[in-house]
């Protein structure tokens, strides 16, 4: 099986999108990156409305280069936009480029409809009042959300700076239910790492957005769908999810 080429445009700060889907991708397909402009106003509305008005340029950026899939793996932005606009972006993105293109959250939304995922529990590093936007898009989108688990960094709100140490001791005190699924919002946590941890001795599927992100584009850049094993050697939740049918 040939290669696929996967484009991926991310965040200018984000440590963890490139590391986790160059993992997840395998030696399936090659990333080409592209970053974000980098917003010189302050507040963190003006930088995320930034991202969303620079999505159309950067989905050219690419120029010539042949991708079989194209993924915005920058999720907070994308809050700022109800379920439907945010799929007719994307269509419209697709239809102009005749490439297939996936924001974040387009593609963690069409791997839950794919493995009939409608109760989740959010797990979200983000500040309280994006956490809150991300629980009303989910909810819009006709996905239950039964918790929320809202991760601080230190003392403070980023996705960036959340350690896996972190992350294992927040959800863990936080007490999902050991068969819940949880979906961990954000490209720019280090999810990898925690996947064995928070599914040993319970029943619980882990989403991630990475995990999410590398299921659509490698579907789409091979026609069909793929499987993921991010943890080869230990049988996870997330291991149990990549190995159901074909699916996510």
Known sequence: ??????????????????????????????MYVARLPICPRPSLTDRLESYNAALPAMARAFGGLRLDALVMACTEPRYLL?????????????????????????????????????????VSPYEPWVTDLAERFWKTAGVTVTQVVQIRAGDGYSSYAVTPEEL?????????????????????????????????????RLLTTNLCLAWWA??????????????????TAARRVAHTGGRA
């Open 1 to 30: 099986m040939s290669r696929g080429r996967v484009g991926v445009i991310v965040a200018p700060e984000n440590p963890s999108a490139e590391p986790e889907l160059t993992r997840l991708f395998g030696s399936r397909a090659d």
């Open 82 to 122: 109800g379920p439907d606009e945010d799929r007719r972006q994307c269509t419209e993105l697709t239809t102009a480029t005749k490439l297939p293109i996936a924001s974040a959250t387009l593609a963690t939304h069409e791997a839950l409809d794919h493995l009939g995922v409608s109760d989740i529990v959010l």
């Open 168 to 204: 294992i001791s927040q959800v863990e005190s936080a007490e999902p239910p050991d068969d819940a699924a949880l979906l961990f919002t954000g490209t720019g946590l280090p999810t990898l790492p925690v996947l064995g941890p928070l599914t040993t001795g319970n029943d619980r």
């Open 218 to 235: 490698l579907s789409r850049a091979f026609g069909r769908q793929v499987t993921l094993s991010p943890l080869p050697h230990r049988r």
